[in-house]
Nanobody
């Protein structure tokens, strides 16, 4: 399984970005899929993961600012990031669990203050 992530970039604090990630195989609603991030010098941490339309987990630090969505037919998951803060600066990794865990290549998000 390959995951291709897009959408990172440089944005000012308070701005928005939308990340997308496309899977190379069919995904089902019960396949956990979402995003993790890793800031410089820190461990990779969960940002948001979706398992079906109503089973969504967000990190406390992004609740109310980030929204995850997915389209199983398009094999794609998105992360809408609003009100970005400098502490959101990190490499964002797409994640899919289908038996094993699969990771995308990472996309860098830089938030300037």
């Amino acid at each position: 399984v390959q995951l291709q992530a897009f959408g990172g970039g440089l944005v000012q604090a308070g701005g928005s970005l939308r990340l997308s990630c496309a899977a190379s195989r069919m995904i089902f609603s019960f396949d956990p899929m979402g995003w993790y991030r890793q800031a410089p010098g820190k461990q990779r941490e969960l940002v948001a993961v979706s398992t079906g339309a109503s089973d969504i987990t967000y990190a406390d630090s992004v609740k109310g600012r980030f929204t995850i969505s997915r389209d199983n037919v398009k094999r794609t998951v998105w992360l809408q990031m609003n009100s970005l803060k400098s502490k959101d600066t990190a490499v964002y990794y797409c994640y899919l669990r289908f038996g094993s865990v699969y990771w995308g290549q990472g996309t860098l998000v830089t938030v300037s203050s």
